[in-house]
């Protein structure tokens, strides 16, 4: 989710009363794995992205001898095999019924953030 989106969504909830006492799931508008998204900024960009893969049950091995020792780096193991195949997806439908904001997509976003960034010399 674009950090613009999250301070949207924070600022329109406190002054929204029917915000009032409900938990507001926020998320991005696509659920996309890390691959899909990698994929989808490579073709943004026209950039190709060296990438190292860790094996599923490596960081399942990890997460176990971390957990009693590095609780937290144990935790977000947990959080990336949680989302490694089948993206993170939320659902906003509620969150949007009482808070109508555009959200902003991923290849929207990084399109954005290159037409920023200077012009890269060869």
Known sequence: MAVAD???????????SAAD?????IGGPEALTPRDAMRLCEKVTGRRFQ??????PVLRVLRF???PVAPIPASLITLAL?????GDA????ETLRILPLPLTG?????????????ARSA
């Open 65 to 67: 001898l971390l957990g």
């Open 6 to 16: 999250v301070a949207r969504f924070a600022v329109a909830s406190v002054g929204a």
């Open 106 to 118: 991923l290849a929207e976003y990084v399109s954005a953030q290159v037409a920023r960034e200077p």
């Open 82 to 86: 949680g989302v490694a195949d089948r």
């Open 51 to 56: 990438v190292r893969v860790i094996p599923t």
């Open 21 to 25: 006492g409900h938990a507001l799931p």
């Open 90 to 93: 939320v659902d906003m439908t």
